[in-house]
């Protein structure tokens, strides 16, 4: 069955469901900026709006927008930054 998660004061919010491949979620993210740690290997896609990401051995942000997707490895800290609200697909791997 589906769970739901809450994050940031309602900020962030996601679905979480499973697919044949394993564990997933679908989100919404609100304005702002936010930390996320990994428990294991995220393949994430934005599904609207644009995500600006943060990776721990990068210096710069990284900008991705609808259907572009990005890999964040197991056991890091990335940062997100959201000009306006938008949403995304996770993959646990």
Known sequence: M????EYY????????FDTL???????VMAP?????GTDSIE?????SGK?????????????YRPFESFVVEKG???KVKVDSEASYLCLYR
């Open 9 to 16: 004061d309602g900020k962030v919010k996601s679905i979480a």
């Open 21 to 27: 491949e394993g564990p997933a979620t679908a989100g």
């Open 43 to 47: 393949h994430m896609t934005v599904t």
């Open 32 to 36: 702002g900026e936010y930390e996320f």
């Open 2 to 5: 589906f769970k739901t998660n």
């Open 76 to 78: 890091v800290k990335f």
């Open 51 to 63: 995500l600006h990401i943060m990776f721990p051995e990068c210096l710069n942000w990284q900008a």
